[in-house]
């Protein structure tokens, strides 16, 4: 049988309790300050259309942040929608183009944390060096989620 001495009794319960003190701060430091990072993002969400109203699809679409001069491309589904997903918050400008169509931009674009704006494009006859310029300035509307968002 082994005696503990009236000055070691409760060490290894303040070993125990200082443990689980630094796992609470750790864990409170990981949810307030890291998770946070990765939800400052938006997403662009679009369909793009010829002039009967017919999907276009494997348009390339090319959306630039204004603010850091970052461009991202990508291509529209089989249905001619596209998703951009992870994009920050800033000024934004979306180009669409497509062979046998003019090309076109939406310029004006301003994301904010958690939106999910949507940009639709419909494609006019013609050539690739012909372009249609729509200025976005409108307040944007969230059309494609029931989320309430309180960020002004």
Not at 69 to 78: F, I, Q, W
Request: net charge neutral; hydrophobic share 45%; charged share 15%.
């Amino acid at each position: 049988m082994k005696f503990l001495s009236p000055m070691n009794a409760g060490s290894r319960g303040l070993v125990n309790n200082r443990k689980a003190g630094q796992i609470a701060v750790f864990a409170f430091l990981l949810f307030f300050l890291v998770v946070p990072v990765f939800a400052q993002d938006a997403t662009l969400v679009g369909t793009v259309t010829d002039p009967s109203g017919a999907a276009v699809s494997s348009a390339t679409i090319t959306i630039t942040n204004i603010d850091t001069g970052v461009s991202r491309t990508l291509a529209t589904s089989s249905d001619g929608q596209y998703v951009a997903p992870g994009l920050i918050n800033g000024h934004y400008t979306v180009k669409v183009a497509m062979s046998g169509f003019k090309a076109a931009e939406q310029s004006g674009i301003t994301l904010q944390v958690g939106d999910r704006s949507r940009v639709d494009f419909k494609l006019q006859v013609g050539s690739a060096q012909e372009q249609v310029t729509v200025e976005a300035n409108a307040i944007a509307v969230q059309s494609d989620s029931g989320e309430v968002s309180n960020v002004t």
